[in-house]
């Protein structure tokens, strides 16, 4: 399975977004990633639809929106109608996942579950065969910039066995502390889509970027 990179736009200079979207792309981004953050799930607040929906208008990436809010189902339809390709959404937050999961479907984006770091692999068992993908915290949710937690590559790898076991070849997606550092060892662990903002985002030159995280995770 070849190797999707998600630049997350939360690390990207909001007054120059199409400006650095456009520079990730042109480094080889597959993926844009919006976090959307509501200050109750996570202690931090970010952007609603109309921001997606502008950067869908700037994007030629689908846009791969991860849902950090208390309340997703209330919010699905309006991220997916400005423009979402994948939505992905708490485990911890929804008692109705598998609902949840085919809202997702029924509008037309791939559902994604999400486990926080200190979320177990197993509550995802009942789900295993239903998600499209499945996105790992590899740091605790909120902001960017973290360092990567190393336990997460042995979660990685247990999210990858469970799917397996369900027969569903879904790819796993990381987020957070993603680096040149790291690219290697998470892909060697199972993941295939690498979300990273400040890896990305953090210098002068956003496509350079992109093209050594790749290089960094393909090696």
């Not at 996942?97 to 037309?108: F, M, N, P, V, Y």
């Not at 239903?130 to 990685?156: A, E, H, T, Y």
Request: glycine share 10%; hydrophobic share 50%; net charge negative.
């Amino acid at each position: 399975m070849s190797v999707r990179l998600a630049p997350s736009i939360l690390s990207a200079d909001f007054a120059h977004l199409a400006r650095d979207i456009a520079a990730a792309e042109a480094g080889g981004a597959d993926l844009i990633h919006v976090d959307v953050m509501d200050g109750h799930f996570v202690p931090n607040i970010t952007m609603g639809p109309p921001v997606v929906r502008a950067v869908r208008r700037v994007a030629a990436c689908p846009l791969d929106v991860h849902l950090m809010i208390s309340e997703p189902d209330r919010y699905l339809e309006a991220f997916v109608d400005a423009g979402a390709s994948m939505l992905s959404v708490h485990v911890e937050v929804l008692p109705h996942l598998h609902r949840t999961l085919g809202a997702i479907k029924a509008l037309g984006a791939q559902a994604g579950a999400v486990l926080n770091p200190s979320t177990p692999v197993s509550a995802l068992e009942e789900v295993a065969g239903d998600v499209d993908f499945v996105l790992v915290m590899s740091v605790n949710p909120g902001f960017g910039g973290q360092r990567f937690i190393p336990r997460s590559l042995d979660k990685i790898r247990r999210v990858r066995m469970l799917l397996d076991r369900a027969g569903n070849r879904a790819p796993i997606e990381v987020d957070g502390g993603v680096g040149l550092d790291t690219a290697r060892k998470v892909v060697e662990a199972g993941a295939s889509i690498l979300v990273a903002g400040h890896a990305v985002f953090g210098g002068n030159d956003p496509a350079a970027a992109v093209r050594a995280l790749r290089e960094a995770a393909e090696s």
